[in-house]
């Protein structure tokens, strides 16, 4: 499931390059709403979360290694690619490098590296990263207090209710945002998929749900209205998820291998692809290239980003994450 996200992602990506780049629409038009593919990560990630942590719920001694896990997860590559991004952004575009006082200077790259809500995004893919950690914050006063499920259910309720009522963006947008509705949906989906039975026409009844979805109303959305998102895009992200677990859980589904080392490698993916089509596309409009040959370098590029995000995920994210872990305190008993 990971990796359709990635690819939904990925797709709207090149079709927006594209049609900036060299005035080629039809891909634009075709993944008008690849942006989905955010709104099913949002939803994967409250299932993964609830799924891997479950065992530390009410076990406040393990807070610590719930969150190294966590960060370690999020920032060593994010730190590696918003290197590689700032040297692009200075050799491609220097006049948007951000110029002022030391401690202005300072500032703003601390809330970018730390990845602080509202920071001024160098990778444009940046802002979910503020929202997984939310995400991850969230979860974690479960592990303080099995108690807690009271304060998410009524983190929960505000956010409905300020989505429904409130100004678009205001200064507490980020911390009710619909986006946190589709992590609440991902950990229902867990809760509920533990707790009832999973029959094969319940999953095949989640799929026709979600396309009948995505058919009626999904060319109404748009990307920057995220309330309209979260209803249409993560409520068709929450069947999908709720019927791949039901298939899987049942033996009668498979994802094909390629599809699950894209999923493996979904984040390096995510993280690489924006920046390196950027400063391709930005060499490539310089050569006066045709149609053709613009779809044919953007393709290769994004097959070998496939091949090079895979090699990366096994040979670098995978092993640091591996020896950053083990040098940490590793409790027996835990269980991810």
């Not at 989905?36 to 530390?56: K, P, R, T, W």
């Not at 090079?308 to 994210?317: D, I, N, Q, T």
């Amino acid at each position: 499931m990971r990796g359709i996200a990635c690819l939904l992602v990925l797709a709207f990506h090149v079709a927006l390059q594209l049609d900036t780049y060299y005035g080629i629409s039809w891909p634009k038009v075709l993944f008008a709403q690849g942006y989905a593919g955010v709104d099913l990560f949002f939803v994967i990630s409250g299932f993964v979360i609830a799924y891997s942590s479950q065992s530390l719920i009410g076990r406040p001694t393990f807070f610590g290694r719930y969150w190294l896990k966590r960060l370690i997860r999020i920032y060593p590559l994010y730190w590696l690619v918003l290197i590689l991004s700032i040297v692009g952004l200075v050799l491609t575009a220097p006049a948007k490098v951000p110029t002022g006082t030391a401690p202005a200077v300072i500032e703003h790259w601390l809330t970018v590296a730390l990845l602080i809500p509202g920071h001024e995004a160098v990778n444009a893919v940046s802002w979910s990263l503020s929202y997984e950690l939310y995400f991850y914050a969230l979860f974690s006063l479960l592990i303080l207090r099995r108690q807690a499920w009271y304060v998410l259910i009524g983190i929960g309720s505000v956010t409905l209710i300020h989505v429904l009522g409130a100004p678009a963006h205001t200064e507490t947008s980020f911390f009710f945002s619909p986006f946190a509705l589709e992590f609440y949906l991902g950990v229902a989906i867990w809760y509920v998929s533990a707790r009832i039975e999973r029959p094969s026409w319940l999953a095949v009844s989640s799929v026709i749900a979600a396309i009948a979805i995505v058919s009626i109303w999904q060319s109404t959305v748009t990307n920057e209205d995220h309330l309209q998102r979260t209803i249409v895009s993560g409520t068709a992200s929450g069947l999908l998820v709720f019927a791949g677990i039901v298939f899987e859980q049942n033996g009668q589904f498979r994802s094909p291998n390629w599809l699950c080392a894209i999923g493996d490698a979904s984040y390096v993916l995510y993280l690489l692809h924006l920046p390196c089509l950027i400063i391709i596309n930005k060499w490539l409009i310089g050569q006066k290239p045709g149609q053709l040959s613009v779809l044919a370098i953007n393709g290769a590029t994004i097959l070998l980003l496939m091949i090079v995000s895979h090699y990366l995920h096994v040979h670098l994210e995978k092993p640091t994450m591996r020896r950053l872990l083990i040098r940490s305190a590793k409790p027996k008993s835990l269980r991810l």
